[in-house]
């Protein structure tokens, strides 16, 4: 990862801004509402234009959601496409809510005005159920008499586990970022000019 600075963009409109932090999203969730496109088109038979999912026409009911439902509908999916479709919009809020702005020297690929090439790595510590504990459990509940339906048998201990994350850009015309300490979300096909600066070299792309 090359050490940067700064990166400075112009606009169209002339406008220009000496970006600190970019927002970035969570690439797990991104994972699971690619799956869940991949069933909508397959539900759909490849004949729906689902745009892109972080939209505000896709969030909270918006006009592609609604288009894609009635779409299901017509071709007879109805049995299972508002389902699939609230699953759609429960995990574009997922991805939205999983965004956090990185510092430019935090994130690798932005030699490049490239923003799908961008990536943050998060080390982090969770607490998650001990498998040992979770085997246990199983195990006593196999062996229990076949007409024993109560709570859970045995207790499961909480353990520390280290995760890595990647936060990635969720697509879209639009980046996040951060300039003077404001928030802005910009159009980046309107970015004209884009330059960078570290120790090494102060190049315009």
């Known amino acids: ?18 970006v600190e932090e970019v927002m970035l999203f969570d690439l797990a969730e991104i994972s699971k509402l690619s799956e869940l496109q991949t069933k909508l088109r397959k539900s759909a038979d490849g004949q729906l234009n689902l745009g892109f999912f972080g939209s505000p026409e896709w969030v909270g009911g918006g006009i592609l959601a ?7 509908i017509r071709l007879g999916k109805e049995h299972h496409a508002s389902e699939l479709i609230q699953s759609i919009d429960g995990q574009v809020r997922r991805v939205i809510g999983s ?4 510092p430019v020297e935090k994130i690798s690929g932005l030699e490049g005005p490239h923003p799908e090439n961008w990536v943050a790595t998060v080390e982090e ?3 998650v159920d001990d ?22 048998i045995g207790e499961v201990r909480k353990i ?46």
């Open 1 to 18: 990862m090359v050490s940067l600075q700064s990166i400075m963009l112009s606009m169209i409109n002339s406008s220009s801004f000496q």
């Open 66 to 72: 609604v288009s894609a439902l009635n779409s299901l």
């Open 99 to 102: 965004g956090r702005y990185f």
């Open 125 to 127: 510590t969770v607490m």
């Open 131 to 152: 498998p040992a504990d979770i085997r246990k459990r199983e195990d006593l509940q196999r062996r229990a008499p076949g007409w024993f339906r109560g709570p859970a």
């Open 160 to 205: 520390e586990q280290n995760i890595t994350r990647n936060f990635v850009f969720f697509g879209g015309d639009f980046v996040a970022i951060k300039s003077n300490k404001r928030e802005f979300r910009l159009r980046w096909s309107h970015v004209t000019t884009y330059s960078i600066a570290n120790d090494d070299m102060n190049d315009i792309i």
